[in-house]
């Protein structure tokens, strides 16, 4: 992996909320960066402002497809890029799904926040190949129904019959509203899967992450085939730690802090417990 960024350019650019944008990205040069797999991402260089990390929402065989929140000077400089527009990329930084672990396995997909950009690839990646798998449940949370990400793909796999099972929820309804209000750890109780032959993949802020993991174990999955990531990965680049983003503290052994180590990683949340003091993954 090179420390040069690769020069990419924007073949596409859809406003996916009022501040998140999906970009499509393919190179101008000769240049290519190694192949990702689901739960990676690129460090991103907006042109003279700054560097941002962002995992891939879409993995096609040249093109890279990022889905960006506008919540920073670079971020928002990334996300008023339009086609033509340039970037410079490194990667893929971080650990994958591993999803060749969980073949003959029931999938439990769980995404809050920007969670789903990174799950993306996971989910159609099964879907590309049902027959390897057992029933796969993705299930959604999100403030409210404006902030659901690709919602034209996600409200057509809730109202099919399936694959996927999907069943999204907001905190906040909004005129015209029909769906479940709540937790998205609420939407367990409607999903089809059997705890002893079950892959969970859960990603989104530290306190969901954290919720729903306690509430898979609490049903029967083993912890280790519970995957988890925070959805706004850290850089790798000099990182060393930060506050936990639920509880505020800076020393390394929160929840938030397990999980943005060596550049955000995806981990089994066994590894969480193990990492925490005294096991402990609620303070």
């Known amino acids: 992996m090179d420390d040069v960024p690769l020069p990419y350019q924007v073949t596409q650019a859809r406003d996916e909320t009022a501040d998140t944008v999906t970009l499509t990205l393919a190179p101008t040069g000769t240049g290519l960066l190694a192949p990702f797999t689901p739960g990676r991402y690129a460090l991103v260089h907006a042109l003279g402002v700054g560097t941002v990390p962002v995992p891939v929402s879409r993995i096609d065989r040249h093109e890279i497809t990022l889905t960006i929140r506008s ?110 209000v709540g937790a998205v750890t609420a939407l367990l109780d409607g999903a089809r899967f059997d705890p002893r032959n079950t892959t969970a993949y859960v990603c989104g ?42 509880t505020g503290r800076s020393d390394g052994t929160g929840p938030g802090d397990v999980l943005s180590r060596d550049g955000g990683p995806v981990v089994g949340w066994d590894e969480v417990e193990s990492a925490t003091p005294t096991g402990r993954t609620d303070t």
Do not use: K, M
């Open 71 to 180: 919540s920073d000077a670079v971020s928002a400089a990334l996300c008023a890029l339009r086609p033509g527009g340039r970037v410079g990329l490194r990667g893929p930084f971080g650990t994958g799904w591993e999803l060749d672990r969980a073949v003959g396995h029931d999938l439990l997909v769980v995404a809050a926040g920007l969670g789903p950009a990174p799950l993306r690839p996971l989910v159609l990646d099964v879907l590309a190949a049902p027959q390897l798998y057992g029933h796969l449940n993705v299930l959604v949370g999100a403030r409210t129904p404006d902030d659901i990400l690709y919602a034209q793909q996600t409200h057509a796999w809730s109202a099919a019959h399936g694959p996927p099972h999907c069943a999204v929820t907001v905190d906040r309804p909004g005129p015209g509203w029909e769906g479940p």
């Open 205 to 246: 802020p530290a306190g969901t992450v954290r919720e729903t993991a306690r509430a898979l174990l609490a049903r029967g999955l083993p912890a280790e085939r519970v995957r988890v990531a925070l959805d706004r990965p850290d850089s790798p680049d000099g990182h060393e730690g930060h506050p936990d983003r639920e």
